[in-house]
């Protein structure tokens, strides 16, 4: 069973049970550990997923949190936990003085149903008054699941993490934005359209006339965009509807020919990534590893950059699979693979991708 089918059991244990569990505790046990336990971490193992974690606060000595998750000896995420009927926003204070005085980067505020997750992006060693990532887990949209997959143990990476919290935090700003907007335009969003169609002075009267058609234009043009889609979908059957990319994960079509087509990004092809990534991180910052999908292959680059190609996947095939290796020449090989762990057993043949580049680039400096 792969990650999503996991989070998806869970979210439908967590539907089923929650009016049977009546305690904090309760909560934990049937909630929060199978949970970590999905993220790869033993629950049982002390020294891999602390109860009772010790964070002394100042004068106040022995102030515990929940759970700490370990690893090399130091904790790495902080976790909070409350009964699934509590509001998650009365306790953020407390998590936040929890995270100041320990070397964890992460920390993760839950009811079981609510998972907030935090770091320190704003001021460093000082957790964020906003979530980076939030969801819902009765909820949970595929975007989200590769979002939290980064927490997990077997691909668990801070830097690449706190790069992706980044952009997720901008983003859930934005959109929050965009929602506001589109369901009571501001002045300044109103005139900004009203400028560019109407010719006369931008009087109060004016733009409160054009507040309401530009309401009814976004309501109509999000109407527009459902229809065509059920429409194709009724037209073709066996074309499904193409999922949006989770934030930040944009895709794009290298030839003409592709930008008449969809190019869907699969969760497959991002797990690939992110276990190059993680491969690589040696080697070169995470951001530096990038991605761009078209409609036969999913392509990895150094620095968002077509001419330093580290790889290809092949994943959306009916039967074989093949991960596209190239040399110094940038001939590219197709190398069969079974899964996606097979990844693991070309590290060397990615670093030596990747040294090409780096001594590519020295050699040119000097």
Not at 52 to 78: N, T, W
Not at 166 to 184: A, D, W
Not at 282 to 299: C, E
Request: glycine letters at 4%; aromatic letters at 12%; charged letters at 30%.
């Amino acid at each position: 069973m792969d990650f999503k089918d996991q989070i998806k059991q869970f979210s439908d244990r967590v539907s089923k049970m929650k009016d049977n569990i009546h305690t904090e505790e309760a909560t934990k046990n049937a909630f929060i550990m199978p949970f970590l336990q999905i993220l790869g971490y033993d629950v049982f193992n002390p020294i891999e997923v602390v109860p009772e974690f010790i964070c002394d606060i100042g004068i106040k000595k022995g102030e515990k949190i929940d759970y700490a998750i370990f690893r090399d000896g130091s904790p790495i995420i902080l976790v909070e936990c409350k009964h699934w009927k509590q509001k998650l926003d009365i306790h953020d204070g407390q998590l936040l003085r929890y995270f100041h005085v320990s070397k964890a980067k992460f920390s993760m505020l839950t009811n079981g149903l609510i998972f907030r997750f935090y770091t320190d992006l704003v001021e460093p060693n000082k957790m964020d008054e906003k979530p980076f990532l939030e969801f819902n887990i009765e909820e949970i949209k595929d975007g989200q699941v590769e979002q939290l997959k980064e927490f997990h143990k077997a691909y668990f990476d801070v830097d690449s993490i706190y790069q992706s919290a980044s952009e997720l935090k901008y983003i859930s700003e934005i959109r929050h934005l965009i929602n506001q907007e589109f369901v009571e335009p501001n002045d300044e969003f109103v005139k900004y359209f009203a400028k560019q169609v109407y010719p006369s002075l931008m009087t109060a009267k004016v733009v409160d006339a054009f507040r309401t058609l530009v309401k009814r234009t976004i309501t109509n043009i999000i109407n527009d965009t459902i229809n065509d889609r059920l429409k194709s979908a009724i037209t073709n059957p066996d074309s499904p509807i193409p999922e949006q990319p989770a934030p930040g994960e944009l895709t794009h079509a290298n030839s003409p020919a592709e930008k008449d087509k969809e190019v869907v990004t699969t969760p497959d092809e991002m797990e690939g990534y992110y276990i190059i990534r993680a491969m690589l991180r040696k080697k070169v910052p995470a951001n530096r590893i990038t991605h761009r999908d078209a409609l036969s292959y999913f392509a990895v680059f150094l620095d968002d950059n077509n001419r330093r190609p580290i790889c290809r996947l092949y994943l959306n095939g009916t039967t074989k699979k093949y991960l596209g290796l190239f040399d110094a020449e940038k001939k590219e090989s197709k190398i069969e693979i079974k899964s996606l762990d097979d990844i693991y057993n070309f590290g060397k043949e990615l670093d030596r991708t990747i040294n090409f580049y780096l001594e590519q680039k020295a050699t040119s400096k000097a």
